[in-house]
């Protein structure tokens, strides 16, 4: 994962939960997977990650909870955020989305 590569052991999964499948009424159930590392310098392993996923080979984007696409990198900070990324789906009429979260103090 971008946080254990060779050259740099920046961090440690603590959890890889997943996956879980949640229903939304009459919605189909939507899969979902949750990884939980513990590290240090968030913003400089999230930003790092930001450019591998918004790259052109994965085409991810920075969107808000209605999916508009942000028009500006937020700038981040270690202490605390959290992001949303999102693009569209193999599946026809589905989105992939991937939400990035991270708080201090339990440093994970």
């Known amino acids: 994962m971008f946080v254990d590569t060779e050259d740099q052991k920046e961090g440690r999964l603590l959890a890889n939960r997943g996956p879980e499948k949640e ?39 920075l969107v808000d909870e209605t999916y508009l696409i942000l028009e500006e990198r937020p700038e ?14 193999v599946q026809e009429g589905r989105v992939f989305q991937l939400a990035i979260g991270w708080s201090q103090p339990t440093a994970t």
């Open 23 to 61: 229903s939304k009424g009459e919605e189909p159930a939507v899969e979902g997977r949750i990884y939980i590392y513990e590290m240090e310098n968030y913003a400089s392993v999230v930003g790092r990650y930001l450019d591998l996923l918004m790259g052109e080979e994965q085409g991810f984007q």
């Open 76 to 89: 981040l900070a270690d202490e605390e955020g959290s992001l949303t990324l999102a693009k569209t789906s």
